[in-house]
């Protein structure tokens, strides 16, 4: 179902807007909505993978009682894998120039200045104590801010090479299923950084979100917006559709809806605009071609431009954008009840 080659559709003010209202998907070929299973319609159509070039072309759907909006088609678990494993982190990207420059920043004096000034995507500047899960945490870069912040930090991540990584650098990472996982202790932080929009079930992993955190214990989750103005501003190439893996497309409303339903309280919901994130918008918009990776995505040189020229060219507007509820990231902090 990946495999429908589809030329790229260019952005433009016209061709972003969303397809005639009411017109409902196929019920044969309608899954139902992820979270409630009600009737999803379609509203935008002709999505490709503008990062890394894999084929396929997806659409947007939107319950029609939730409101929440997904992904179609769905990948399927299997699909999904192969996907990650021969496509994600460009590969397996490492020793490039790039990602030594971004290693020697993350590690920097700059990149805490650079975190208070663009917003704190990752939650790595946030200081506690107690048992902390970062669930997806890929080779352990967010476990050395967590824990250089006062926290017991351990990873959970399926990727068994990432893993090892994070492994070597001290770190007990596991590698089970998080429906899988059953610790002896429950946790006072889990993390969720930019993982619930990729889970094919986001409520269930809120739901072992809760199984596996002590009462009164925190989830920190970050993920788009669907309300972002960038999304109208950059229509098909906004970086965040990120098709085929993001499934569901948040919004403030929904995502508090599903933590509510899922056992938290005192959801607080707060907005940023990281400009590396209008930058990728950016450079897609320049750039993608359907079917290729889009590697001026890690060109060292010209992505630093434009997160740059973003931060401080357009400041007004990411902060109006996030002021007004319309930032590009929503940031969330939930107690467990
Ligand atoms: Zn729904």
């Not at 929440?68 to 496509?87: A, I, R």
């Not at 967590?146 to 090892?164: D, P, S, V």
């Not at 209008?278 to 993608?288: E, K």
């Not at 040189?301 to 319309?326: C, E, K």
Request: aromatic content about 10%.
């Amino acid at each position: 179902m990946l495999r429908k080659t589809v030329g790229i559709v260019p952005a433009s003010q016209d061709d972003i807007d969303v397809e005639p209202a009411g017109k409902l998907s196929e019920t044969t070929e309608n899954p139902g909505c992820l979270l409630c299973g009600s009737a999803l319609e379609v509203i935008l159509s002709g999505l490709t993978d503008n990062r890394l070039g894999t084929p396929g072309s997806y659409e947007i759907r939107r319950c029609l009682r939730c409101g929440l909006e997904q992904t179609f088609p769905v990948p399927t678990l299997s699909e999904l894998t192969e996907l990650y494993e021969t496509h994600y982190n460009f590969g397996g990207e490492s020793e490039t120039l790039y990602t030594k420059l971004r290693e020697r920043f993350l590690f920097s004096f700059l990149y805490r200045v650079w975190t208070w000034l663009d917003g704190d995507v990752a939650f790595h500047q946030r200081r506690g104590t107690g048992q902390l899960l970062d669930i997806g945490c890929n080779e352990g870069c967010g476990l050395r801010f967590f824990a250089r912040n006062g926290f017991r930090a351990e990873g959970l991540e399926l990727n068994e090479n990432a893993a090892k990584v994070a492994r070597k650098a001290g770190f007990h990472v596991h590698t089970c299923p998080l429906e899988e996982f059953a610790p002896v202790a429950g946790y006072d932080v889990a993390v969720l950084s930019n993982v619930l929009e990729h889970a094919l079930q986001p409520r269930q992993m809120l739901m072992d979100v809760h199984r596996v955190l002590s009462r009164g214990g925190q989830v920190w989750i970050s993920c788009p917006n669907s309300e972002s103005w960038l999304r109208k501003a950059f229509g098909r190439s906004w970086i965040n559709w990120h098709v085929p893996f993001h499934i569901s497309h948040f919004s403030t409303g929904t995502l508090r809806e599903l933590l509510n339903e899922t056992g938290f309280a005192q959801v607080e919901v707060g907005q940023i605009t990281p400009a590396w994130w209008v930058a990728q918008s950016l450079i897609a918009c320049l750039f993608a071609k359907h079917g290729r990776k889009t590697w001026q995505l890690r060109n060292p040189f010209l992505a630093p431009l434009l997160l740059i020229m973003a931060r401080f060219v357009l400041f007004p507007a990411l902060w109006l954008g996030n002021r007004y509820g319309h930032g590009d990231c929503l940031l969330v902090v939930a107690t467990r009840t």
